[in-house]
C-alpha cells in the first residue's frame, strides 16, 4: 500500500496533514497523541494498524494539531479544537459518510463528533477510550499530583536524547513491547512535538469529558478495551459502553494501550472491526460511498472520454476545480497521477454503475 499526504486547514488556522491509504469504504481513524504520518508508515508499533485498518477500506488519518507533519507551533488544545480538526479533515478529503475510529483521547473526539453530525457518521468504534480525563474522574489531591509528576516528566525529558524520562510513558501505553518497539515509541515521542508543545496536550486530556454526551450517540457503536489498560482504565471502557445506547462491549486480553501485532488482542479486534464495518461489495458500492455527488459528476464525463477542459466546459467549473475532483478521487480510490486517471477512465462503468445517485 502508498499513502497520499494532502493538507487542511482548521478554522483557527492551524494547518493539518492527513493521509489516505487502501480502497473501499472509508475509515476515518481520529488523531491521537504521538502520531507522524510518515514515520508511523514504517513503525513496528503502528505498522499492523495501518495494514489492518485499510484491509477493504479506505482508511484515512491525520497529525494532530502540534505534532507529526501538522503544525507543530500550536497553543490552542481542547475538545473543541480536536473536533474542529476533524471536521475539517473530513471536508478536505471529500468525505460525505464514513465509519469512525477513536482511540484513547481520539474516542472522546470521536464521540462528541459523532453527537453533532449524527447524519455522517455510519459506524462508530471506540477502543481504549475514556469519558472522562484523569482530573475530571479523579479530582482528588493524588490524582492531581500524579498528573503534575507525569507533566513534569515531559517537560524536563522530553527532548533530551537519554529516553529514560519518557520510558515511564512507553511502560504505560505498550508494557508487553519489545526492546526495539519501545525504542521507537521513545524516539516517537521525542520527534512527535515538542516538550512544551506535549505537556499543553497531556493537560488538555486530564480535562475533557464527555460523560454527559454519551447518551445523545445514536450511530451504531462498537466498543474495545483492555482488561489490565495501564494508561486508560477498563472501567472507563465499561461507562462508555454503558452509557451509549446499544453499544456492544468487547473486553480484550492484556494490558496494552497499543495493541501489538502478536497479541491475541489484535487478533480480536481486527475480527470485531471485520463484522462491524462495512465490507468492500463491489466497485458501484465503493463509488457510491466514498464519491460526492459532484465527483460523480466528473467521474461520468470521464467515462465518456472527455479531457478536463471538456469537463470543466460542460460542468460550468474551471479546469482547476476539474483537477482538485479529480486528485480527491484518486486518494479515495488508492489511485495516483497519471496512472490514477487511467485507471479510473478503465474502471469509470464499473465504478459508476447503476446507483440512483450516479
Not at 125 to 151: I, T
Not at 191 to 215: C, P, Q, Y
Not at 250 to 260: A, D, S, T, W, Y
Amino acid at each position: 500500500m502508498r499513502q497520499t499526504i494532502r493538507f487542511c486547514t482548521s478554522p483557527d488556522g492551524v494547518r493539518l496533514a492527513f493521509g489516505l491509504h487502501g480502497s473501499g469504504p472509508p475509515l476515518v481513524r481520529v488523531a491521537t497523541w504521538m502520531t507522524h504520518l510518515q514515520r508511523d508508515w514504517d513503525s513496528p508499533l503502528w505498522r499492523h494498524w495501518l495494514h489492518g485498518l485499510a484491509d477493504g477500506r479506505t482508511l484515512v488519518r491525520y497529525d494532530e494539531r502540534g505534532s507529526g507533519l501538522s503544525d507543530r507551533d500550536v497553543t490552542r488544545f481542547s475538545l473543541d479544537a480536536w473536533v474542529e480538526d476533524l471536521e475539517a479533515v473530513v471536508d478536505a478529503a471529500g468525505l460525505e459518510r464514513f465509519s469512525l475510529l477513536g482511540l484513547s483521547n481520539g474516542g472522546a473526539v470521536a464521540t462528541a463528533y459523532a453527537v453533532r453530525h449524527p447524519e455522517r457518521v455510519s459506524h462508530l468504534v471506540l477502543c481504549g477510550s475514556f469519558a472522562q480525563g484523569r482530573l475530571r474522574r479523579d479530582p482528588s489531591s493524588g490524582a492531581r499530583a500524579e498528573a503534575e509528576a507525569l507533566l513534569s516528566l515531559i517537560r524536563v525529558g522530553w527532548g533530551q536524547a537519554n529516553p529514560a524520562f519518557r520510558r515511564a510513558f512507553t511502560t504505560l501505553f505498550v508494557p508487553d513491547a519489545t526492546q526495539e518497539q519501545m525504542t521507537w515509541f521513545d524516539e516517537l515521542q521525542r520527534i512527535s512535538a515538542s516538550a512544551e508543545t506535549a505537556a499543553r496536550m497531556r493537560l488538555a486530556r486530564e480535562e475533557v469529558d464527555v460523560a454527559g454526551l454519551l447518551e445523545q450517540v445514536v450511530t451504531p457503536t462498537l466498543v474495545l478495551h483492555a482488561q489490565d489498560d495501564a494508561a486508560v482504565p477498563f472501567d472507563q471502557g465499561r461507562t462508555v459502553a454503558s452509557a451509549i445506547p446499544a453499544a456492544r462491549f468487547v473486553p480484550l486480553e492484556g494490558r496494552n494501550h497499543i495493541l501489538l501485532a502478536d497479541e491475541p488482542a489484535w487478533d480480536v479486534f481486527l475480527r470485531e472491526l471485520e463484522a462491524f464495518l462495512p465490507t468492500l461489495a463491489s466497485d458501484a458500492d465503493v463509488a457510491h460511498e466514498l464519491l460526492t455527488p459532484r465527483e460523480t459528476e466528473v467521474l461520468r464525463c470521464v467515462a465518456a472520454g472527455m479531457s478536463n477542459d471538456a469537463i470543466a466546459e460542460q460542468l460550468f467549473v474551471s479546469r482547476r476545480t476539474v483537477e482538485r475532483h479529480m486528485g480527491n478521487m484518486y486518494g479515495k480510490l488508492g489511485l495516483e497521477g497519471k496512472s490514477g486517471r487511467a485507471a479510473i477512465a478503465a474502471r469509470a462503468a464499473d465504478l459508476i454503475g447503476q446507483h440512483p445517485d450516479a
